[in-house]
């Protein structure tokens, strides 16, 4: 069981939240707008790749599934960057079985710049969060990260990428992922559910997929509510 990016977010939301995720995922509700914003998300990034011209794309599915073969784009990956390759993106990386996949890497003179593509109007604290754990887990793959940039929404069709730099910002998060990926990498994998009271973190920043399976309480009301009208 590896920490990925969505991960390690969803369990610095919630540590029970991300003990779910590994042991009982079928108790997640995903709201349909939900749904179809990662969708959305998900052709901006396709769209994105192209953004320098030519490039190589690391994804490998494992056979007849559309489940990504990390071990696969992980080779791929040392493959193209061995041969210096100009545009890589989903670049897979894993270290300790913690792994990511930097949605584009673009060579330097000296290393690679990364560029995290979000489907969002601006550049929220949340995606540097996620730069950050990208570059933890690249800089310990020994691979030189410079500059460190977030992709949004441009202006207009013309311009449709808005291009941020927040290297500092982003390469400020390496410690505090070091602080917490350990222990969050031991919680996941232990046998007994994770005990952890609702509160503030079911609605923020995202309410959570569990939120009825952890407020049964709350639904039973809602539905005692209902008849009595
Ligand atoms: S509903 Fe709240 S307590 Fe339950 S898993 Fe989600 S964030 Fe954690």
């Known amino acids: 069981m590896s920490i990925t990016k969505t991960d390690f977010m969803r369990g610095?939301?919630?540590?029970?939240?991300?003990?779910?995720?590994?042991?009982?995922?079928?108790?997640?509700?995903?709201?349909?707008?939900?749904?179809?914003?990662?969708?959305?998300?998900?052709?901006?990034?396709?769209?994105?790749m192209a953004m320098f011209g030519p490039y190589e794309e690391m994804t490998v599915y494992l056979p007849g599934r559309h489940v990504p073969d990390t071990k696969a784009m992980i080779a791929r990956t040392q493959e193209h960057l061995e041969k210096g390759t100009e545009v890589i993106c989903e670049a897979a990386f894993s270290n300790y079985n913690n792994y990511c996949a930097a949605d584009i890497l673009r060579k330097t003179d000296d290393g690679y710049d990364m560029y995290e593509v979000k489907s969002a109007p601006r550049v929220y604290e949340q995606h540097i969060k996620?730069?950050?754990?990208?570059?933890?887990?690249?800089?310990?793959?020994?691979?030189?990260?410079?500059?460190?940039?977030?992709?949004?929404?441009?202006?207009?069709?013309?311009?449709?990428?808005?291009?941020?730099?927040?290297?500092?910002?982003?390469?400020?998060?390496?410690?505090?992922?070091?602080?917490?990926?350990?222990?969050?990498?031991?919680?996941?994998?232990?046998?007994?559910?994770?005990e952890t009271e609702p509160g503030e973190q079911c609605e923020k920043p995202y309410r959570c997929w569990y939120y009825e399976y952890c407020h049964p309480a709350e639904n039973t009301e809602n539905t005692q509510a209902e008849e009595v009208k």
């Open 12 to 48: 610095m939301q919630c540590r029970k939240m991300l003990w779910l995720d590994k042991h009982k995922p079928r108790l997640r509700i995903i709201p349909p707008e939900v749904q179809e914003r990662l969708d959305a998300g998900n052709d901006f990034g396709d769209r994105a």
């Open 130 to 194: 996620d730069a950050g754990f990208q570059y933890y887990i690249i800089n310990r793959c020994k691979v030189p990260i410079g500059r460190i940039y977030i992709v949004t929404h441009g202006p207009d069709d013309e311009h449709p990428f808005a291009v941020t730099d927040v290297t500092e910002q982003a390469k400020g998060y390496a410690n505090w992922v070091n602080q917490n990926i350990w222990a969050l990498n031991r919680m996941q994998k232990q046998p007994d559910e994770v």
